[in-house]
């Protein structure tokens, strides 16, 4: 079946430092894939997605590029800040109707 | 404003009692979703629904119950059965497919069995 695996946690990171979390994901056919954050207490929001090979998803200075050789979508950004700091859920979706999560990244960022 | 909506925000559940979560949508989406999210893991799949009158079990179905009844609203049952339901419940929806499979999650709901 379709799964999600991101990279362990928890992150922290010194503000302005380049923030890499890792996912890969095993799925048939040709999924969408997501990255969601969640703040303390909150639900989860989306963050930036991609729908095919090569595509770049971005937001608020988070980049990531769908790679369909290494079946993967790393979440980057080249400068963090404190109000980063939250969960961030890498999944994908197929035609199937259901969306597979990973399982999330923690990041803290320090001042 | 376009939508989630969950209610309430924070329940008290003694051991024993059925106790219903509420979700409601504005958004027009036909498909809904439950999860359960439990400290410092993933979120998993309890039921969803792609049309009204419809519902499938997801990876955890054991100890819920729900209704799709309105388009608009996805109420979850934590019944007695489940065994160990103290967890925070997110409810999401999702739009047809020109909305490239996005979920819209709601503000959850925080369970607690005293």
């Known amino acids: 079946g379709d799964s999600v695996t991101q990279m362990e946690g928890p992150v922290t990171l010194s503000e302005e430092a380049f923030l890499t979390i890792n996912c890969t994901y095993t799925a048939t056919g040709y999924p969408s894939l997501f990255w969601y954050v969640q703040y303390p207490g909150e639900g989860l929001q989306l963050l930036l997605k991609a729908t095919k090979a090569d595509d770049k998803g971005s937001n608020k200075g988070f980049e990531a590029t769908y790679r369909k050789e290494t079946t993967s979508f790393h979440l980057e950004k080249g400068s963090v800040q404190v109000s980063d700091s939250a969960v961030y859920f890498c999944?994908?979706?197929?035609?199937?109707?259901?969306?597979?999560f990973g399982d999330g990244t923690t990041l803290t960022v320090k001042p | 404003d376009g939508g989630i909506t969950q209610s309430p925000k924070y329940l008290f559940r003694k051991e024993g009692q059925n106790v219903t979560l509420s979700c409601e949508q504005n958004l027009n989406h036909d498909a809904m979703y439950w999860y359960r999210q439990d400290p410092g893991q993933g979120l998993r799949l309890i039921y969803y629904?792609?049309?009204?009158?419809?519902?499938q079990k997801g990876d955890i179905a054991e100890g819920y119950s729900v209704s799709r009844e309105k388009k608009e609203s996805f109420p979850l049952t934590v019944t007695s059965a489940q065994k160990n339901p103290t967890a925070f419940y997110l409810c999401?929806?999702?739009?047809?497919?020109?909305?490239?499979?996005?979920?819209?999650f709601g503000p959850g709901t925080r369970l607690t069995v005293l």
């Open positions: 629904s792609q049309i009204v009158n419809d519902f």
């Open positions: 999401a929806s999702r739009g047809k497919r020109g909305d490239l499979g996005t979920q819209y």
């Open positions: 999944a994908l979706n197929t035609n199937a109707g259901k969306s597979t």
